[in-house]
């Protein structure tokens, strides 16, 4: 160790200490968290149900886990895209394309908003039905690559990936059931008891 460092004791780690982020200078850039920590900050404080998977397999046993905990084994789901339906035929779930019927939705999304926990919802996945037709409970399927910053940037990718046809009934979902139901904020929304099984693909 240097001698003066001995004699004065170590700035680096001393300044440290006391630089704490109130002391930021002004023209400091502000501090940032990485856009996944911010969309799951901001989802599970509207409320919702967060499950992290690495691959498929933690997909279908955390959905397994979800149905068991809620006790909706042998109840109908509504299953309106054919691509997921072919995705989870290895669970042991029965699908319906009837509300009606169904006590839960399993879908997929557009993309999750990093900067209030939403999620971006359009025709591709809800056809021409509107939020409050759909069942309460909600089983959202989604990977870390939807996850952008902002709605903007949400709808200008829907836009370069659907030039052809651009889907319609393009929505969010920001409210999920909560213990309050009188909380103002979620006002004239359509609340939901949401689940997210996020896969790792990035």
């Known amino acids: 160790m240097s001698l003066f460092r001995k004699i004065f004791g170590s700035k680096s780690r001393r300044s440290g200490e006391e630089l704490k982020s109130s002391d930021r200078g002004k023209y400091m850039p502000e501090f940032k968290l990485p856009i996944d920590e911010r969309f799951t900050i901001n989802f599970k404080a509207n409320g919702g149900k967060f499950l992290y998977c690495e691959n498929l397999n933690e997909i279908y046993q955390n959905l397994e886990n979800i149905v068991a905990e809620n006790n909706w084994e042998g109840k109908k789901v509504l299953l309106l895209d054919d691509n997921l339906k072919s995705k989870f035929e290895k669970t042991n779930l029965k699908s319906t394309k ?14 999750l908003i990093a900067n209030d926990g939403s999620l971006l ?82």
């Open 98 to 111: 009837k509300i009606s019927d169904s006590t839960f939705f399993l879908t997929t999304c557009e993309n």
């Open 121 to 202: 919802i359009s025709s591709k996945q809800i056809f021409e039905k509107k939020l409050q037709e759909l069942p309460l409970n909600f089983i959202v399927f989604a990977t870390t690559s939807q996850i952008v910053e902002n709605i903007g940037e949400g709808l200008r990718g829907i836009k370069s990936k659907n030039r052809q046809k651009i889907p319609t009934n393009i929505t969010t979902i920001k409210h999920f059931k909560s213990g309050d139901e009188k909380d103002f904020l979620s006002y004239g929304s359509s609340a939901k008891n949401l689940y997210l099984l996020l896969l790792e693909d990035l």
